[in-house]
């Protein structure tokens, strides 16, 4: 007489919850990217999401425990959704390492923000007040955002600007003059990776010998930016510092004023 070994039904459903998680984070996250979603329908897709995932971990574990001590099959299937449910959770588990760690913060400026004006779109002439830090709290937690002054003329400083937003992929959305002849802006917007749209505004003033360079960098609709706009400036920045020391270093007369000739006959000193 063969006995017969049962499938756990805990298994199969872990299975199951695992494989439902797994496509509700992925099309969610691409819905919002490509903006078919508002990030409200967003936010409650992904609590969706977590919530399966979180099920199908708890009933895996469940299964495991049970199939342990019954000897039924189903192992593969428990392991299966355990993974799948874990997997689903760890962007969850990282952004809410973010949350505790940076406050909720949306727009982070290295001077007044009247000076870094946005440039808005459809869809963002709604956004909800901005979340800004107080200059104590700013200058703890992100140190390196100040106002950055270089001896570079400002055309120079902004020909590097430029360079280093197409090579970081930025979206350029405006790019002008605010003042005539005394400062140049750049406008581009970035997309974070679950779809949020951000907005970096870079400002270069100055003259032939020095250039002054500040920078800001806004969420447009999210309720929390995890770090990302602080995390952006400083990295621009220093990578601005990097830069410019570099074409320093290699061309240490690159920026020297142009010798002014004297007009008429220049008599020699009496000796």
């Known amino acids: 007489m063969r006995i017969l070994i049962r499938t756990s039904k805990l ?36 609590a969706l999401a977590f919530c399966v995932a979180l099920v199908a971990v708890l009933t895996s574990l469940a299964a495991l425990v049970r199939l342990w001590y019954s000897g039924d099959q189903g192992w593969s299937k428990a392991l299966l959704g355990l993974a799948l449910g874990v997997l689903c959770l760890l962007p969850f588990a990282f952004y809410g390492a973010l949350a505790l760690r940076y ?31 107080s200059p104590a709290e700013q200058e703890a937690i992100f140190p390196n ?28 959305r405006a790019e002008r003059a605010v003042s005539p002849g005394t400062a140049r802006q750049i406008n581009a917007q970035i997309v974070t990776l679950p779809g949020w749209r951000e907005e970096a505004v870079i400002r270069v003033s100055g003259d032939d010998q020095s250039a002054s360079v500040d920078m800001r960098s806004v969420s447009l609709n999210a309720p929390h930016d995890f770090g990302s706009n602080g995390q952006r400036l400083e990295s621009f ?3 601005l510092d990097d830069a410019i020391t570099t074409l320093l270093v290699e061309n240490p007369d690159i920026n020297l004023p142009t010798p002014v000739e004297p007009e008429g006959d220049v008599q020699p000193p009496a000796s």
């Not at 459903?13 to 496509?23: D, E, T």
């Not at 004006?117 to 830090?133: N, R, S």
């Open 11 to 46: 298994a199969i459903w872990a299975r199951r919850l695992g494989s439902v998680a797994v496509p509700l984070v992925v099309i969610s996250v691409l819905l919002h990217r490509f903006r078919l979603i508002s990030g409200d329908l967003f936010l409650a897709a992904a």
């Open 103 to 133: 406050p909720a913060v949306t727009d982070i400026a290295t001077t007044d923000r009247s000076l870094l004006p946005l440039v808005f779109e459809p869809g963002t002439a709604d956004m909800p007040p901005p979340k800004m830090l």
């Open 145 to 172: 955002i100040v106002t950055r002054t270089y001896p570079l003329n400002q055309a120079q400083t902004f020909e590097l600007i430029r360079d280093q937003v197409a090579s970081n992929g930025w979206e350029i």
């Open 237 to 239: 920045l220093t990578n």
